[in-house]
């Protein structure tokens, strides 16, 4: 398996083309279909953003679908996805914000008192809980796709640490490629294209249900992980 690539052309490589549910929430439900398209939709406003590669997008959204979309938007030109708990505190995320310096950062709705004023000189997207939407990012079409072998960074994991002091560990597009491929290899069965699974994604413990693009989509997951 070619690991040697983004983490959108790899996602895109490998999903099934023909299904009715990439990932749902409560009634809210995307085909594989529509989650493409919305991810090149994010894609665009971020990049009209000033998003480019290397840039990047810090997230402190809690587990909706939004967070996929946005995740493989900013992996798709080639930005740096840094998620944070939605819940930590303002002094936290304040030091966050100074550290991670994101060109973009996306909130919830609920968030936005909270988090709006800490926000530095990064452009702010609020998505709401109730219903699916991107306030504040704007729409185009154009963007320039990251193409490279996956040796640059992709994801800031950002840890508490068992010592207390906190650590942010840098995953490149190959590594996490890897990471998805290894987790599923494990698992002592073959996993089908028809099987299903409940993933409980550990930033806020909010339950996606993921089918049947699991085995890539299920990448979000794990590398959330560290952010507690």
Do not use: W
């Not at 996956?150 to 994801?155: E, M, N, R, T, V």
């Not at 339950?207 to 299920?218: D, Q, S």
């Amino acid at each position: 398996m070619d690991y040697n690539k983004s983490m959108y052309a790899y996602m895109k490589d490998y999903a099934p083309k023909h299904s009715e549910c990439a990932v749902a929430r409560g009634k809210i439900s995307i085909s594989p279909e529509k989650l493409m398209k919305e991810i090149h939709r994010v894609a665009g406003g971020l990049y009209k953003l000033g998003v480019r590669q290397g840039d990047v997008v810090m997230s402190a959204l809690p587990n909706i679908e939004q967070a996929v979309s946005l995740f493989y938007a900013t992996t798709l030109i080639g930005g740096v996805f840094a998620p944070v708990h939605p819940l930590i505190s303002e002094k936290e995320f304040e030091k966050e914000v100074a550290i991670q310096k994101p060109k973009v950062l996306a909130i919830s709705a609920v968030n936005a008192m909270r988090f709006s004023k800490h926000k530095g000189r990064a452009k702010v997207i609020y998505c709401p809980y109730c219903f699916h939407g991107f306030l504040g990012l704007p729409y185009s079409k154009e963007y320039v796709e990251y193409t490279g072998d996956g040796s640059i960074p992709a994801l800031h994991m950002h840890s508490g640490g068992t010592s207390g002091v906190p650590k942010t560990v840098v995953l490149s597009h190959q590594n996490a490629n890897a990471l998805v491929d290894n987790l599923f290899q494990s698992i002592p069965h073959k996993f089908d294209k028809n099987d299903s699974m409940l993933v409980t994604l550990p930033s806020s413990g909010i339950t996606l249900f993921l089918h049947p693009t699991i085995k890539v989509l299920l990448s979000v997951s794990i590398k959330q992980f560290p952010a507690l």
